[in-house]
């Protein structure tokens, strides 16, 4: 019954090696958001998607990009995976942009190793 | 943009007793705070959520109290049980259009719940 799926659930990467984390939805929501969680740290907004209409944080590394090519996808690339960008990244998507009583329904995350 | 702080990182409770979790946040636009809770190796779900034109929300063992003034909020379990143990996030969200937060969900640390049988 899983409803925000994201793919791998472990990722191991090289340094400097490009990656791209999956992450689908079966609930034909509007918006779908890439998070950061490092350890023992709140999880932290990358950017976000409205339709086609990309939202990137002002504090976004440039190494951070993302493709929504469809409502039920969206993709994170990370161009060159250094040490510190090993985390969870959480998916999660809402049916409008988040507002009172507008739940955000989370994946159950990627972790993200660099080596 | 908004800075949400949570206390404590760890808790551990016997079966039985309370257990308080206490936010705070930076930005007076925020309006809707919901608390997720996170078992181990499962998604972050949401368990309750309180809006600024309320004071206090329960839901069974669950309840939530917000004062705006002060700018903090909390989440309390009474009777703890086993399963209760997660990590626990609370967050704050602004509407759209108002203020730095914009739809945006701005999360705390988490903190780690053990209940002990």
């Known amino acids: 019954d899983a409803m925000v799926i994201q793919n791998p659930r472990y990722q191991v990467t090289q340094f400097g090696k490009p990656v791209t984390l999956s992450c689908s939805q079966t609930?034909?929501?509007?918006?779908m958001y890439w998070y950061q969680q490092k350890s023992s740290q709140a999880p932290k907004l990358l950017f976000h998607y409205y339709d086609k209409d990309f939202n990137n944080e002002a504090d976004t590394p440039d190494n951070f990009q993302s493709r929504r090519p469809n409502t039920s996808f969206c993709f994170l690339d990370i161009r060159s995976p250094g040490l510190g960008d090993a985390a969870m990244y959480l998916c999660a998507t809402s049916r409008e942009i988040l507002r009172m009583n507008t739940e955000a329904f989370f994946g159950q995350g990627t972790r993200l190793t660099v080596v | 943009g908004e800075n949400v702080e949570q206390h404590p990182s760890t808790l551990s409770v016997q079966e039985g007793d309370s257990a308080v979790i206490k936010c705070t946040y930076s930005d007076s636009a925020s309006n809707y705070f919901p608390w997720y809770k996170q078992e181990l190796g499962k998604r972050p779900q949401l368990i309750i959520d309180?809006?600024?034109?309320?004071g206090e929300k329960k839901d069974q063992r669950i309840a939530v109290t917000l004062n705006k003034t002060a700018k903090h909020f909390s989440l309390h379990i009474t009777e703890t049980q086993p399963e209760d143990s997660a990590v626990y996030f609370c967050?704050?969200?602004?509407?759209?259009?108002?203020?730095?937060?914009?739809?945006?969900?701005?999360f705390g640390r988490g903190t780690q719940l053990t209940v002990w049988p």
């Open positions: 609930l034909n929501h509007n918006v």
């Open positions: 967050a704050a969200l602004g509407e759209p259009g108002r203020g730095s937060t914009l739809g945006r969900l701005y």
């Open positions: 309180i809006r600024s034109n309320v």
